[in-house]
């Protein structure tokens, strides 16, 4: 998200926390609809998996594998017929890539030249699925060439990287040129579900023990300090910063009040 305008829209997934504050939402207000209070951002009936805020441009995350693929589209497709160089992002897994709707969105966007970036966060198993048996494909960005438009395979765990080929993608998008596929390569470091009663994790142990060692935020905390970019001391203050934010923003969410219950029927609809 740091390569683009607080105008830019952008579509999550089930995992929609990081990229919501990424975006530049209001971190008490997320926690507050964790907590499932009425003061959240969606009332407290969308809860973990629908956090939204239309005024930073983050339009919903989505408890549905792959649906805001055609979200993020349509939010392409109205940019492009507002004018303008607005630029509309979708965020989805490698088990998305498998739905009908991320090879219809890709196709639309690319006959209709749209102001679309799809990044995909690849981290090899789709619940318990690994993505060597479900794909057709080794990368997924190779699927881009179908679709006539730029497929590209990063190291998601390199922020930088991350960072260039998604600016690289969006200046195409705000130039007219159409839609980009980026796929980033990562690792899901715990179990999919943590409830109660799960099957053990059927990945193999050495892949779980290795992923927590290419962390992105430990590795380009080190890329800072090596080249002199930052001190210890002033990352270590960020880190204070974070947790008290955090913490804050807990506290918040537990103080806050909890629905009632004749407000049960509002705000389920859109106007």
Not at 240 to 260: G, H, T, Y
Request: aromatic share 6%; net charge negative.
């Amino acid at each position: 998200c740091a390569a683009l305008r607080r105008e830019d829209k952008i579509v999550s997934t089930h995992r929609g926390h990081g990229h919501t504050i990424a975006k530049g939402a209001e971190i008490k207000l997320m926690m507050a609809e964790l907590f499932g209070r009425s003061n959240g951002y969606c009332r407290g009936k969308g809860g973990s998996m629908h956090i939204a805020d239309f005024s930073v441009g983050m339009l919903g995350a989505n408890g549905i594998v792959g649906a805001g693929l055609p979200i993020a589209t349509g939010a392409a497709l109205a940019a492009k017929l507002e004018g303008g160089d607005r630029v509309a992002v979708a965020f989805f897994g490698d088990g998305a890539a498998n739905e009908g709707a991320f090879h219809g969105s890709l196709n639309l966007a690319s006959i209709w030249r749209l102001p679309a970036i799809y990044i995909c966060e690849n981290n090899r198993w789709a619940v318990a699925v690994p993505a060597s048996y479900a794909l057709s494909v080794p990368e997924v960005a190779v699927r881009a060439v179908g679709y006539n438009m730029p497929g590209v395979t990063v190291d998601g765990t390199d922020v930088l990287a991350v960072y260039e080929a998604t600016e690289q993608a969006v200046r195409r998008a705000r130039a007219g040129q159409g839609p980009t596929l980026i796929e980033c390569t990562t690792y899901r470091w715990r179990i999919h579900s943590e409830q109660r009663g799960n099957p053990a994790d059927p990945r193999p142990r050495e892949e779980i023990e290795a992923g927590p060692q290419h962390d992105p935020i430990v590795s380009f905390a080190s890329r800072l300090l090596e080249r002199s970019l930052a001190t210890d001391a002033a990352l270590r203050q960020i880190e204070r910063e974070v947790q008290e934010a955090v913490e804050e923003a807990i506290a918040f969410a537990k103080a806050s009040p909890l629905p009632r219950p004749e407000d049960a029927l509002q705000d389920v609809f859109a106007p």
